[in-house]
């Protein structure tokens, strides 16, 4: 439930931040007046006190960082299984096939690789390459 509540103020505070981030005017606004207009004191215009867009803009960002972090250690902390905590199957030894019970028939085995008979292959079945030279006007172009 706490994981739940976190993500929709991470969603909205992400929202909230990017329309903050949108509504600000640049620093390079002013540019274009520094350099021949003399409308403003620097070139990148004049940095006076942070107005509310500003401030705002900041605390959303600490809030946000605040809330990834804590979600971040949240999940680490909460995954980990504890040592007197068991795996389900996957904490049982594996076992091999039981035996049959009394009443019903075993499966047959099938035969080791070494109790297969190797072929022999008389040398007549053999075919022989022959190392002749085609003919030159038999050649395809």
């Given at each position: 439930?706490?994981?739940?509540?976190?993500?929709?103020?991470?969603?909205?505070?992400?929202?909230?931040?990017?329309a903050?981030?949108?509504?600000?005017?640049?620093?390079?606004?002013?540019?274009?007046?520094?350099?021949?207009?003399?409308?403003?004191?620097?070139?990148?215009?004049?940095?006076?006190?942070?107005?509310?867009?500003?401030k705002?803009?900041?605390?959303?960002?600490?809030?946000f960082?605040?809330?990834?972090?804590?979600?971040?250690?949240?999940?680490?902390?909460?995954?980990?299984?504890?040592?007197?905590?068991?795996?389900?199957?996957?904490?049982?030894?594996?076992?091999?096939?039981?035996?049959?019970?009394?009443?019903?028939?075993?499966?047959?085995?099938?035969?080791?690789?070494?109790?297969?008979?190797?072929?022999?292959?008389?040398?007549?079945?053999?075919?022989v390459?022959?190392?002749?030279?085609?003919a030159?006007?038999?050649?395809?172009?």
């Open positions: 439930m706490l994981m739940l509540i976190l993500n929709v103020v991470y969603v909205l505070v992400a929202i909230a931040m990017i903050l981030i949108l509504m600000q005017r640049g620093s390079g606004a002013a540019a274009g007046s520094g350099f021949g207009a003399g409308a403003s004191g620097t070139v990148f215009g004049s940095r006076g006190a942070s107005n509310f867009l500003s705002s803009t900041k605390w959303l960002a600490v809030v960082f605040g809330i990834s972090l804590f979600m971040a250690w949240y999940a680490g902390h909460s995954t980990r299984p504890d040592a007197g905590q068991g795996l389900g199957l996957m904490s049982q030894p594996v076992e091999s096939a039981p035996a049959p019970a009394a009443g019903l028939q075993s499966v047959p085995q099938a035969p080791a690789v070494d109790a297969v008979p190797q072929a022999q292959v008389p040398a007549a079945d053999i075919p390459q022959s190392e002749e030279k085609p030159e006007g038999s050649q395809k172009p």
